[in-house]
C-alpha cells in the first residue's frame, strides 16, 4: 500500500478562498515536507515539519500555512488562494537516519 | 539555501545506450546528493545516493561524486525504454536533522526503441 497518500488529488479553486491540502503518511517519519513543482524550477520547498506540533518555514512560505497535528497527517493552507499558485503540490515524509524523502502522487490545484 | 544545476535539460537516447546526466551545486560541505526518478503523474522516487567522494555502482546506475567541483553525475548503463523519466538532482546540507534537500529542475531522459 502507498505510505505516503494526498487529497484531493485534484483541486480547482476560485481566488481569495481557502484551500487545504491534506497529507497522510504510515512511514512513521517524523520529519515531513510540502514541495510545489513548476515547469522550470524543480520541486521549491514551502514548509516543513519534525514532529507533531512543529512547523518551519521553507524557501517559498509566503501565501502558505502549514499544520502538523499528527505524527501521520501534515496539511497545507492557503488562506486567500491566488492564480499564482496554480501548481502541482507534493508531500514527502523523511526519515532522520537515513535522509530519504518519500513522495506521495501529488495533488495538481488550478486557481482560476 | 543551495543553488542545484542539472544539465542538460533534455537527452534522448537509443536502447541500449549510456545514459550521462549531470549536476552542479554550490556548497562542497554539503551532506549528501540523492537522484530521485519521476514518471508523468506521479510524485518523485529515489534512486541513489552518495555521501563520499568517488563512484557509487548499483546495478546499472552508476554515481560519480567530485566536491571539489562541485559535480555529480548519474551514468544508466544498457538504457531501456523504461528508463524514460524525469531526473532530478537533490542535495541535503545535513544541518541540524531536518533532513532539507534542494532540488535542481531536472533532465528529461528519453529512451527510444
Redesign the interface.
Known sequence: EAA?TQSPRNKVAVTGGKVTLSCNQTNNH??M?W?RQDT??????IH?S?GAGST?K??IPDGYKASRPSQENFSLILELATPSQTSVY?C?S???VL????????TRLTVL | ?EK?QQSPESLIVPEGAMSSLNCTFSNSAS??I?WYQQHP??????LI?IFSNGNKKEGRLTVYLNRASLHVSLHIRDSQPSDSAVY?C?V?P?VS??????????TKLTVEP
Open positions: 505516503v517524523n520529519n515536507y514541495y522550470g524550477h524543480g520541486l521549491r520547498l516543513y519534525y518551519e521553507g524557501d507534493f514527502a523523511g526519515d532522520r535522509w530519504e524523502q518519500y513522495f506521495g502522487p501529488g | 539555501q542545484v551532506q549528501s540523492w503523474g506521479k510524485g518523485p522516487e529515489a545516493s532530478l537533490a541535503s545535513g536533522n531536518y533532513n532539507v534537500l534542494y532540488f535542481g529542475s531536472g
